[in-house]
Nanobody, 118 residues
Framework: QVQLVESGGGLAQPGGSLRLSCAASGAFFSANDMAWYRQAPGKQRELVAAITRGGSTNYADSVKGRFTISRDDAKATVYLQMNALKPEDTAVYYC????????????WGQGTQVTVSA
């Protein structure tokens, strides 16, 4: 049974920062490249950032230069450092294995809400 527990969301002002964490089942984490996704109201879930088991990273153009994904293999945890936040970053953020198209992923955690507002 895959377990994904996201945390760290909240309310931030434009230009502010938040750090998200996702604790995953050990075996699942070790076997997969990992990613952060987000879903804003009325929009499809999208991949935001991905990191391979080897540590290579990739980002959506909308967050490049502002967000940083990292992983701690010993803790089976993936992080998303979000800087220079914008109102359009408001969404529920989820972690999971890196997979495109996103619709192929069937099991999700509860996600963590990020709201960027003055």
């Amino acid at each position: 049974q895959v377990q994904l527990v996201e945390s760290g969301g909240g309310l931030a002002q434009p230009g502010g920062s938040l750090r998200l964490s996702c604790a995953a089942s050990g075996a699942f984490f070790s076997a997969n490249d990992m990613a952060w996704y987000r879903q804003a109201p009325g929009k499809q879930r999208e991949l935001v950032a991905a990191i391979t088991r080897g540590g290579s990273t990739n980002y959506a153009d909308s967050v490049k230069g502002r967000f940083t994904i990292s992983r701690d293999d010993a803790k089976a945890t993936v992080y998303l450092q979000m800087n220079a936040l914008k109102p359009e970053d408001t969404a529920v953020y989820y972690c999971n294995r890196a997979q495109l198209p996103v619709r192929l992923i069937r099991v999700w955690g509860q996600g963590t809400q990020v709201t960027v507002s003055a």
